[in-house]
T-cell receptor, first 112, second 114 residues
Framework: GNSVTQMEGPVTLSEEAFLTINCTYT??????LFWYVQYPGEGLQLLLK?????DKGSNKGFEATYRKETTSFHLEKGSVQVSDSAVYFCALSEDAGNMLTFGGGTRLMVKP | DTAVSQTPKYLVTQMGNDKSIKCEQN?????MYWYKQDSKKFLKIMFSYNNKELIINETVPNRFSPKSPDKAHLNLHINSLELGDSAVYFCASSRGPMQYNEQFFGPGTRLTVL
């Protein structure tokens, strides 16, 4: 079956530091890949997505590249802000219903 | 305007009770979902409906019964609540059931079973 593995948190950074959250996946087919963000007490919001190999998703300074050869979709941001503090989820979806398979989530804490 | 809304936001109840959570989307989407998030933040799909028809049921106990009266609504009824049902339940919707379709999530319903 499908699975997503992401680095365990919490990840604690100072403001303006570089962020990387690793994500690797296992899938039977050719999935679409997503990063979702969950702010405290809220639902999930799509941060970015990529639907085919070598696609780069980007939004709000965050980027991730779909790497089929390494089955990875690592999230990066060059300079984090306190407002980026949240839980980040890597996820994949394949056909047959578009059900999302999520990683365990990584909590990011950014200190001023 | 709220895209995906859920009611109630909080639900506290006793073991053995029956409860319902309602979900509505005003995005004109065809596909809706229920996810469960446990205390460790792990998220898992429960059900998916497309055009009011069930397309995914991820080995959820029979005590959970989703109902979709129309494409804009997907409600979740839970019978004989157990302690292990305590979690945050998220409703989501997408334009269709294809994998490239972004899912939009509701704010969640925190269910506590005492």
């Amino acid at each position: 079956g499908n699975s997503v593995t992401q680095m365990e948190g919490p990840v604690t950074l100072s403001e303006e530091a570089f962020l990387t959250i690793n994500c690797t996946y296992t899938a039977t087919g050719y999935p679409s890949l997503f990063w979702y963000v969950q702010y405290p007490g809220e639902g999930l919001q799509l941060l970015l997505k990529a639907t085919k190999a070598d696609d780069k998703g980007s939004n709000k300074g965050f980027e991730a590249t779909y790497r089929k050869e390494t089955t990875s979709f690592h999230l990066e941001k060059g300079s984090v802000q306190v407002s980026d503090s949240a839980v980040y989820f890597c996820a994949l979806s394949e056909d047959a219903g578009n059900m999302l398979t999520f990683g365990g989530g990584t909590r990011l804490m950014v200190k001023p | 305007d709220t895209a995906v809304s859920q009611t109630p936001k909080y639900l506290v109840t006793q073991m053995g009770n029956d409860k319902s959570i309602k979900c509505e989307q005003n995005l004109g989407h065809d596909t809706m979902y229920w996810y469960k998030q446990d205390s460790k933040k792990f998220l898992k799909i429960m059900f998916s409906y497309n055009n009011k028809e069930l397309i995914i049921n991820e080995t959820v106990p029979n005590r959970f019964s989703p109902k979709s009266p129309d494409k804009a609504h997907l409600n979740l009824h839970i019978n004989s609540l157990e302690l292990g049902d305590s979690a945050v339940y998220f409703c989501a919707s997408s334009r269709g059931p294809m994998q490239y379709n972004e899912q939009f999530f509701g704010p969640g319903t925190r269910l506590t079973v005492l």
